[in-house]
């Protein structure tokens, strides 16, 4: 039973989408667990058949129980299911459950290491925790205590900046702050050590010791046993090792390795740091490229004997220059979550222009009213929700072996922030009325500019509406903000002549495009949900009826 939050104790299994003797690819959903925050899909980190489920649909269990056996079809297992130590022996084989364990070989040889060795008893060790469903490393934005002062459960220890927002941690336990192993504005992955919480006086180092670093860790690997690699350890060494066109074995960390990915750098051209010459951390945060990869001269260049005879060419002279700023937690995951979303979803897009003359004398008439203010994108959110419910094909997710139709319209609004895009969501939009709408999206908009919104507002979408025509913008189309099956782009209102009733008037238009997973929706789909969204907007009484 994988560990799915930071608080989480114990998980019940919603759903399994696989049975025993089904194929299992790496990827593969295997089941849905209901954690102590929400429901989440678990995937499969192994390939082979599974065997064995060890928790049955609406059972719980503490994390680390044994949730499935994956192995080889016909494998025995009894020997696993029967002993003292099944949970054990499991994790030995294919485990499903300790994802971290059976990924990391950092991580198992920290626990072997623990073994030795005990925590001393009032010290806690603090991990940088998991703070969202979809967080993976986390940035420390301030430190509000410092090293030497008394810390009592509940007080706040630092504000931690997630993909998604900065938020604030609190204390779980009382005593003195020992030590600090994430310093402001540095970055480090979940379940890093964050800080140290004990009695004054404890000896540190030992407790850090005890706890296991990256050197040791590294020796327990010991790249010297990449010679003697049996067929079981395969996996874990392909983690920490890289191969170099030359043949030549490069040993990496797996946060090394991933830094480097991220920052585009040839691990061949990184001096190692660590035993045996392993590339860590530190050494990609100090990498500095080569000066052998200056720009060549081309060979266009007239030669100096040829310079010599044609008259001087006065150059622009000045100083080249260029910063490099370090992304936000945010920047990055939206980098990734998008690029998921383009490469996997196969978009399409339709578009079509809306009369807003009627929506804009509407607009008026609601606004003339005490204490009511509406925009023209709460009429755009309200229509979008009052559509979806005539189209439910569009209010739906894919699932790979199932397609997810929501019986709830959650609208998410993208919102513009400092350093990316956020998007709040508006939950059961279609109950509320075009004045609840507008209240919900401006303190929602409002919060997340200062970043105070919370994971759970920001989950649970199943369809987002994304507005830049405050810019200008006429026209432009989105990336689809998974698991949703479609986002609608709004562009700007214009007025421009229109024919109408066989006459050029002047009227005001505005351009909707519809981005669509094509795996879901089919084109007719979409575009009688647009022609549905154009009737509402076109009539926006309809939508008060």
Same mark, same amino acid.
């Given at each position: 039973?994988?560990?799915?939050?930071?608080?989480?104790? @114990? /998980? #019940?299994?919603?759903?399994?989408?696989?049975?025993? *003797? %089904?194929?299992?690819?790496?990827?593969?959903? $295997? +089941?849905? !667990?209901?954690?102590?925050?929400?429901?989440?899909?678990?995937?499969?980190?192994? @390939? /082979? #058949?599974?065997?064995?489920?060890?928790?049955?649909? *609406? %059972?719980?269990?503490?994390?680390?129980?044994? $949730? +499935?056996? !994956?192995?080889?079809?016909?494998?025995?297992?009894?020997?696993?299911?029967?002993?003292?130590?099944?949970?054990?022996?499991?994790?030995?084989?294919?485990?499903?459950?300790?994802?971290?364990?059976?990924?990391?070989?950092?991580?198992?040889?920290?626990?072997?290491?623990?073994?030795?060795?005990?925590?001393?008893?009032?010290?806690?060790?603090?991990?940088?925790?998991?703070?969202?469903?979809?967080?993976?490393?986390?940035?420390?934005?301030?430190?509000?205590?410092?090293?030497?002062?008394?810390?009592?459960?509940?007080?706040?220890?630092?504000?931690?900046?997630?993909?998604?927002?900065?938020?604030?941690?609190?204390?779980?336990?009382?005593?003195?702050?020992?030590?600090?192993?994430?310093?402001?504005?540095?970055?480090?992955?979940?379940?890093?050590?964050?800080?140290?919480?004990?009695?004054?006086?404890?000896?540190?180092?030992?407790?850090?010791?005890?706890?296991?670093?990256?050197?040791?860790?590294?020796?327990?690997?010991?790249?010297?046993?990449?010679?003697?690699?049996?067929?079981?350890?395969?996996?874990?060494?392909?983690?920490?090792?890289?191969?170099?066109?030359?043949?030549?074995?490069?040993?990496?960390?797996?946060?090394?390795?991933?830094?480097?990915?991220?920052?585009?750098?040839?691990?061949?051209?990184?001096?190692?740091?660590?035993?045996?010459?392993?590339?860590?951390?530190?050494?990609?945060?100090?990498?500095?490229?080569?000066?052998?990869?200056?720009?060549?001269?081309?060979?266009?260049?007239?030669?100096?004997?040829?310079?010599?005879?044609?008259?001087?060419?006065?150059?622009?002279?000045?100083?080249?220059?260029?910063?490099?700023?370090?992304?936000?937690?945010?920047?990055?995951?939206?980098?990734?979550?998008?690029?998921?979303?383009?490469?996997?979803?196969?978009?399409?897009?339709?578009?079509?222009?809306?009369?807003?003359?009627?929506?804009?004398?509407?607009?008026?008439?609601?606004?003339?009213?005490?204490?009511?203010?509406?925009?023209?994108?709460?009429?755009?959110?309200?229509?979008?929700?009052?559509?979806?419910?005539?189209?439910?094909?569009?209010?739906?997710?894919?699932?790979?072996?199932?397609?997810?139709?929501?019986?709830?319209?959650?609208?998410?609004?993208?919102?513009?922030?400092?350093?990316?895009?956020?998007?709040?969501?508006?939950?059961?939009?279609?109950?509320?009325?075009?004045?609840?709408?507008?209240?919900?999206?401006?303190?929602?908009?409002?919060?997340?500019?200062?970043?105070?919104?919370?994971?759970?507002?920001?989950?649970?979408?199943?369809?987002?509406?994304?507005?830049?025509?405050?810019?200008?913008?006429?026209?432009?189309?989105?990336?689809?903000?998974?698991?949703?099956?479609?986002?609608?782009?709004?562009?700007?209102?214009?007025?421009?002549?229109?024919?109408?009733?066989?006459?050029?008037?002047?009227?005001?238009?505005?351009?909707?495009?519809?981005?669509?997973?094509?795996?879901?929706?089919?084109?007719?789909?979409?575009?009688?949900?647009?022609?549905?969204?154009?009737?509402?907007?076109?009539?926006?009484?309809?939508?008060?009826?």
């Amino acid at each position: 039973m994988p560990r799915l939050s930071d608080t989480m104790e @114990e /998980g #019940t299994v919603a759903k399994w989408l696989k049975k025993v *003797g %089904d194929k299992i690819e790496e990827g593969d959903i $295997l +089941a849905e !667990i209901e954690t102590d925050k929400a429901t989440m899909e678990f995937e499969s980190f192994h @390939e /082979g #058949t599974l065997l064995h489920i060890g928790i049955a649909e *609406g %059972d719980g269990a503490p994390v680390d129980s044994l $949730l +499935a056996i !994956i192995g080889e079809e016909g494998e025995d297992i009894s020997g696993l299911l029967t002993s003292p130590s099944a949970d054990s022996d499991a994790t030995k084989h294919k485990s499903a459950a300790p994802v971290e364990e059976s990924k990391n070989p950092e991580t198992v040889a920290a626990k072997e290491t623990n073994t030795s060795s005990e925590i001393p008893e009032g010290v806690e060790i603090i991990k940088m925790p998991r703070l969202s469903d979809t967080m993976e490393e986390g940035t420390v934005a301030t430190w509000l205590k410092k090293v030497g002062d008394d810390v009592e459960e509940g007080d706040i220890l630092a504000e931690i900046e997630t993909d998604k927002a900065t938020m604030e941690f609190e204390s779980f336990y009382s005593g003195t702050l020992l030590y600090i192993g994430i310093k402001e504005g540095e970055s480090a992955p979940v379940d890093e050590v964050l800080a140290i919480i004990g009695p004054q006086g404890t000896d540190v180092d030992a407790v850090l010791n005890t706890k296991t670093s990256d050197a040791p860790a590294a020796k327990t690997e010991v790249p010297a046993a990449a010679d003697k690699t049996a067929p079981d350890t395969a996996q874990k060494e392909s983690i920490s090792t890289t191969v170099t066109t030359d043949g030549q074995r490069v040993f990496v960390s797996p946060l090394a390795k991933k830094m480097a990915q991220d920052k585009g750098i040839d691990l061949n051209t990184v001096q190692g740091s660590g035993d045996h010459g392993r590339i860590v951390k530190r050494d990609i945060e100090n990498y500095q490229p080569s000066q052998a990869a200056a720009p060549k001269v081309s060979a266009d260049v007239p030669s100096s004997a040829a310079m010599k005879t044609q008259a001087p060419i006065i150059l622009p002279v000045g100083e080249e220059g260029s910063e490099e700023v370090k992304n936000s937690q945010m920047r990055k995951v939206i980098a990734k979550r998008l690029s998921e979303s383009k490469f996997s979803a196969p978009h399409y897009y339709l578009t079509i222009e809306v009369d807003m003359t009627n929506a804009a004398r509407s607009r008026v008439h609601i606004n003339n009213l005490p204490d009511i203010k509406v925009s023209y994108n709460d009429l755009v959110v309200k229509a979008c929700a009052m559509a979806l419910k005539k189209h439910p094909q569009v209010n739906t997710s894919w699932n790979g072996d199932t397609t997810r139709y929501n019986k709830h319209i959650h609208v998410g609004v993208a919102v513009a922030v400092e350093d990316g895009l956020v998007v709040p969501v508006l939950k059961f939009a279609d109950q509320l009325s075009l004045t609840q709408i507008g209240t919900a999206v401006k303190d929602l908009a409002g919060r997340a500019r200062i970043k105070k919104l919370t994971p759970a507002e920001m989950e649970g979408s199943t369809f987002t509406v994304s507005n830049l025509g405050m810019f200008g913008i006429l026209e432009f189309t989105s990336i689809i903000n998974q698991p949703n099956s479609a986002i609608l782009s709004v562009g700007a209102i214009v007025e421009k002549p229109v024919v109408k009733d066989g006459e050029i008037v002047v009227g005001s238009t505005m351009k909707l495009t519809l981005a669509c997973d094509h795996r879901t929706v089919d084109g007719a789909t979409g575009a009688q949900f647009l022609q549905t969204l154009r009737a509402f907007l076109e009539n926006p009484v309809t939508m008060l009826a």
